[in-house]
């Protein structure tokens, strides 16, 4: 088979160029000044810099409120990636089995991933209002007196319902894409060895779509750490004071109202070797997904 290429070596560089200077002036630029500027305290207005060497990072390893917002994160982090995963696996499965109204349903349930973060927070912000929000209201029936943006407690409640919320859509496409790729004859024999839905589900299903969960899973933990901003953000108030935030928002607290450049830079640089570490996991599995073999 005859490979389709350019007849002119330079016309794909002259495609490429465009996009890697978007990339090296909005990634790697930025990037390298980030580092750069966690070795140095400097004036948040510019008016110079002094070199203290590692002095920013021993700062936030040495600091309570750093190691506070690190659990949380660890904690909000895994929340809204069990959560996400789950609800979308079994919304996945109830609509690869339903018959009428199978687009519909799918379509009700893919709105929601365009929705943008900040809208979502808004969203929440509505739900969650003291006076006359529907689930401020339903949380009083239980006794629960919620206060959104007040409690702490509250608040990150109200950041994962929501972040779970946002990312279950994106989920649910791929599982259901996984589940439908499943072979017939595969279907078939698992209905023949296993008359049990769960038992099927356990055996055959869940292992097949192994390679889809392991791709959402990274993908999840990315978005929870990063992507969740615009929703911490909003349902914060821009009020942080005691409120829980994650350690992707406690970089812009520090650096654009704290205006300590250095140690937010540090903070930075913290969060680019945990996307360098996810971007390795993903390279890793996709080099060992080509020897995995269901047979």
């Known amino acids: ?164 919320w946002k990312q279950v859509p994106v989920n649910f496409i791929f599982f259901l894409s996984g589940l439908q790729s499943f072979p017939k004859s595969v279907r078939e024999a698992a209905l023949i060895d296993n008359r049990s839905a769960s038992g099927r589900f356990w055996d055959i299903t869940f292992p097949l779509l192994a390679p889809t969960g392991f791709f959402l899973l990274i993908t999840n933990i990315t978005y929870a750490l990063f992507d969740t901003f615009g929703v911490v953000d909003t349902l914060v108030k821009g009020e942080p004071g005691n409120n829980p935030m994650t350690l992707v928002y406690k970089v812009y607290v520090d650096g654009f109202r704290g205006n300590d450049l250095g140690g937010s830079s540090a903070q930075s640089v913290i969060l680019m070797v945990l996307v360098l570490v996810l971007a390795l996991t993903v390279f890793q599995f996709r080099l060992v997904e080509r020897r995995i073999h269901y047979t």
């Open 1 to 164: 088979m005859k490979r389709a290429g350019f007849a002119n070596t330079w016309l794909p560089i002259l495609l490429l160029i465009p996009q890697l200077s978007i990339v090296a002036i909005f990634f790697y630029w930025p990037a390298l000044e980030a580092v750069q500027s966690s070795f140095f305290l400097q004036d948040p207005f510019g008016f110079g810099s002094t070199f203290v060497g590692f002095e920013n990072y021993a700062d936030l390893f040495g600091s309570a409120e750093y190691r506070k917002v690190a659990w949380f994160t660890v904690i909000f982090t895994l929340l809204v990636t069990f959560l996400s995963l789950a609800i979308a696996l079994l919304l996945a499965v109830k609509a690869d089995t339903i018959l009428r109204g199978a687009k519909t349903y799918r379509t009700l349930l893919m709105w929601v991933y365009a929705v943008a973060p900040p809208v979502a927070g808004f969203i929440g912000v509505i739900m969650f209002n003291q006076t006359w929000g529907p689930l401020t209201n339903l949380a009083g029936l239980v006794g629960w007196d919620f206060v959104l943006g007040v409690k702490f407690n509250d608040t990150a409640f109200a950041m994962v319902l929501v972040s779970v």
